[in-house]
Each structure stands twice: as C-alpha cells, then as structure tokens.
C-alpha cells in the first residue's frame, strides 16, 4: 500500500491560486496512477483530475478544465495540482488518491475501488 500525505491547502480570495502536494511513499509510485477528488461542504465526494503512471495522459472534471493542471514528480514521489482562477465553489477538501491497476480514466469512474487515500487538506475560497 502507498501511504499519501497531501499539503498545500489554505485560506485564499476568488482568483487566486494555489498549488497541492500529494507526497507518497513506498517503492510503487512510477506503477501507480493518481488522482485529485475533493469534498466541499455538505456535498458528495466529486472527482477533479487524474494522470497516468508515466505522467503523459490526464483527466480532468469539466468544472475545472482551463483552470486546474494536474502533474506528477515520479523521481519525487509527488503529485501536484495547481489550482487558478480559483472560485467559492472550489471549497471543500481535497484528497489525493492513488491505485496500482486503475487507468487516469478509470480512477474518475471508480472511486470506491480506489486503493489508497490521504488524509485530505482544506481549500477555503472567499468572495
């Protein structure tokens, strides 16, 4: 299993930016394909984005294409999602998530079968 912690959540105004970590560990990183899911207040888990294993194929949830960019480090064990022209509905926690067998495409279609999950880190966007 890969154990994920993610970072780089925060208090930020509309049409800011900010930019997740997700740092995983274990030897399974470069085999394993990641993804974005978040959680806003009194909602259900919705999916954001998701890349392949060797970083060249991504996925990504109309209400955040053009905005959000996802991208991975494998020398690095991280994940990365850079998050513009941020809006109030962006709020909500985000959670990285990683699974061995899954593709980019699969992952967003299969959230309960998803291996590992961090713990989540707040984004909070004011008006």
């Known amino acids: 299993q890969v154990q994920l912690v993610e970072s780089g959540g925060g208090l930020v105004q509309a049409g800011g930016s900010l930019r997740l970590s997700c740092a995983a560990s274990g030897p399974y990183f470069s085999s394993t394909t990641m993804g974005w899911f978040r959680r806003p207040p009194g909602k259900d888990r919705e999916f954001v984005a998701s890349?392949?294993?060797?970083?060249?194929?991504?996925v990504y949830a109309d209400s955040v294409k053009g905005r959000f960019t996802i991208a991975r480090d494998n020398a690095k064990n991280t994940v990365y999602l850079q998050m513009n022209i941020l809006k109030p509905e962006d709020t909500a926690v985000y959670y990285c998530?990683?699974?061995?067998?899954?593709?980019?495409?699969?992952?967003?279609?299969?959230?309960?079968?998803?291996?590992?999950w961090g713990q989540g880190t707040q984004v909070t966007v004011s008006s």
């Open positions: 890349i392949s294993r060797g970083g060249s194929f991504t």
């Open positions: 998530a990683a699974d061995l067998a899954m593709s980019a495409t699969t992952l967003r279609t299969n959230p309960n079968e998803i291996d590992d």
